[in-house]
């Protein structure tokens, strides 16, 4: 089996961009705002913004130091960790694999969405049913779902340096740039009952009223669901792009970069919505998150906003096709790099057979609105029928289970001093050293058990 050459960043900077594109997902945009609105708003960011600088920290070091040390994806990675901790590596990649069609069929929507808008028609995106309507056909979801799926392709199919690094020095500071834009627009905005400021205050002011210990409890596990999620650990994505991270590199720096990145989105994504959302709908309109909110609530938003809702629509959807654009380029590139390494084939044979699997598994994801249409009892007490499903198992099953063995291999088998080691290796300070040996071996897996056993509905 011939070895396969394999790529690299050619800087600091296109790795952290890179990683900081796979992380500001549509996680971040359509989650974070509707957690901080229900969980107390800045109660919930002092939270999220402690658990980064401490579990999210921890993992991310982890996964990225695996990558660099191996040089492998994450398939094989984990084999050359320890042999008999390999197993960990086909979970790691079958994640991206479950997760990659129903991401592209998502994708699809916002592509619809940013269509809609652009073309003056954001008014009947608005509209009652629009969404529903939309999603429950036979062709034009497909039809923009493979759009999508192709342009993740085409970037992956060019390589790491031409393709993804060069992609996300262009997409990313378009990025922050329209989301700032948006947020400072979201602010000034105003009706006779309320001003953006005033959806401000509620998103940053600690709203302590009726908090128990059992609620407190809950905003923290909510906190850190959001924030397993949004920084792309347990995905194999961190790891496959640690693998191409120069051996001279800050690794500590870079971390750090990212973690500022991501919880710099994730707040700005409240400021772009929360206030938004409170001007035209009320604390009422804070109670959806996920597809409802950008694909119901927000164009009903942008609707009452008169003639300027279509611009601000269009920039809007923009900048969320962006963020999912970069997010699915990352993982189709963990499940590439791991067909490249398990089974010593050419980035673009692996990048034809992912994207093959991925559009007929996509195909299934669209037609399960429809022809597939059914409905199934998830043990989180949700029904859904196939997204969901895809989402249920990858997400809440399969993410936790990949964190808490490589918590307890790092941790226990093979030591915190790998890692460390690994991070350190060109005398680099790292200033949360101690910190880092605490939450790798017993506030990580302690707090990723109790999620995924919330998650099978064992905890309520």
């Not at 790891?239 to 990145?261: C, H, T, W």
């Not at 601000?312 to 380029?329: I, N």
């Not at 991925?358 to 409905?375: D, K, P, S």
């Not at 060109?426 to 071996?441: A, D, P, Q, S």
């Amino acid at each position: 089996m011939e070895k396969k050459e394999r790529g690299s960043f050619k800087g600091s900077i296109g790795f952290v961009l890179a990683a900081a594109g796979s992380a500001v997902g549509l996680g971040n945009i359509w989650r974070f705002p509707y957690l901080a609105a229900r969980d107390g708003g800045g109660l919930f960011l002092v939270i999220y913004i402690i658990l980064a600088l401490t579990f999210g920290f921890a993992l991310l070091m982890t996964e990225v130091a695996i990558g660099r040390k191996t040089k492998q994806s994450p398939l094989t990675a984990y084999k050359y960790l320890h042999e008999r901790w390999r197993w960990i590596g086909f979970f790691s990649c079958a994640v991206p694999f479950l997760i990659l069609p129903y991401y592209c069929a998502i994708g699809g929507w916002v592509i619809k969405y940013f269509v809609a808008f652009i073309t003056g028609h954001g008014a009947e995106a608005a509209e009652d049913g629009y969404f529903s309507s939309f999603i429950s056909g036979q062709y034009e979801p497909t039809i923009y779902m493979i759009l999508f799926l192709a342009s993740c392709a085409i970037i992956i199919f060019k390589g790491v340096s031409a393709g993804i690094e060069r992609s996300s020095k262009i997409l990313m500071p378009i990025l922050f740039l329209l989301i700032i834009a948006i947020s400072i627009y979201s602010l000034t905005i105003k009706s006779d009952t309320a001003t953006g400021l005033d959806g401000l205050k509620v998103y940053l002011i600690p709203n302590l009223e009726g908090i128990t210990v059992k609620s407190f409890f809950y905003i923290v596990m909510d906190a850190l669901g959001q924030l397993f999620f949004s920084l792309s650990v347990a995905m194999g994505i961190m790891i496959a792009y640690g693998s191409y991270v120069p051996d001279n590199a800050n690794l500590v720096k870079s971390i750090n970069q990212i973690e500022f990145f991501d919880t710099f989105v994730a707040f700005l994504a409240g400021v772009m919505i929360i206030p938004a959302v409170y001007v035209f709908m009320g604390k009422d309109g804070l109670s959806e998150a996920g597809p409802s909110l950008m694909f119901i609530s927000l164009p009903k938003v942008f609707a009452q906003m008169g003639p300027i809702g279509n611009v601000v629509g269009t920039v809007f959807f923009a900048m969320v096709l962006f963020a999912a654009l970069t997010s699915a380029v990352s993982i189709l590139e963990a499940v590439v790099s791991s067909f490249m390494d398990g089974f010593g084939i050419s980035r673009q044979k692996a990048t034809t057979i992912e994207t093959g699997f991925a559009l007929i598994i996509g195909l299934a994801v669209c037609f399960g609105y429809n022809i597939f249409y059914f409905e199934y009892p998830l043990p989180n007490g949700t029904t859904g029928q196939l997204l969901d499903i895809f989402d249920y198992v990858s997400n809440n099953i399969m993410m936790p289970i990949v964190s808490i063995s490589t918590c307890i291999l790092i941790g226990w088998v093979l030591k915190p001093k790998s890692v460390i080691d690994e991070a350190t290796k060109n005398n680099e300070k790292f200033g949360r050293k101690h910190l880092y040996v605490v939450m790798i071996k017993f506030v990580a897996p302690a707090f990723l058990l109790v999620l995924l056993l919330m998650s099978l509905g064992i905890i309520h």
